[in-house]
Nanobody, 127 residues
Framework: QVELVESGGGLVQAGDSLTLSCQASGFSFKSYTMAWFRQAPGKEREVVAV????????YYSDSVKGRFTMSRDTTQNTAALQMNNLKPEDTAVYYCAADKNRLPPNMLTTEASFGSWGQGTRVTVSS
């Protein structure tokens, strides 16, 4: 019944910006921690950003700090990832994830921390 649908991926050039969106339904969005993960070709899935249920606390992986910003809109049940100054190494399938917990975002950085996942949206960054 929980459904997460990502959108906004595409093909861009290095240095461009792109915004991903995750539309949530089927659960109490305002009570869930939300996250973005990504999986690049030949690599394991890794956390990109995590935001707590109120949107007041966020975590970012070192590789995207200063370039990516995660936000959420509880009135629209959406979570967004604003990606700036994209690099070829950002190329990956990006996944939205959700879980009902109250742990700090920096303690929820693994796949096992999240019980619900979207199908992913592909981001390709050319050099």
């Amino acid at each position: 019944q929980v459904e997460l649908v990502e959108s906004g991926g595409g093909l861009v050039q290095a240095g461009d910006s792109l915004t991903l969106s995750c539309q949530a339904s089927g659960f109490s969005f305002k009570s869930y921690t939300m996250a973005w993960f990504r999986q690049a070709p030949g690599k394991e899935r890794e956390v990109v950003a995590v935001i707590n249920y109120t949107g007041s606390n966020t975590y970012y992986s070192d590789s995207v700090k200063g370039r990516f910003t995660m936000s959420r809109d509880t009135t629209q049940n959406t979570a967004a990832l604003q990606m700036n100054n994209l690099k070829p190494e950002d190329t990956a399938v990006y996944y939205c994830a959700a879980d009902k917990n109250r742990l700090p975002p920096n303690m929820l950085t693994t796949e096992a921390s999240f019980g619900s996942w979207g199908q992913g949206t592909r981001v390709t960054v050319s050099s």
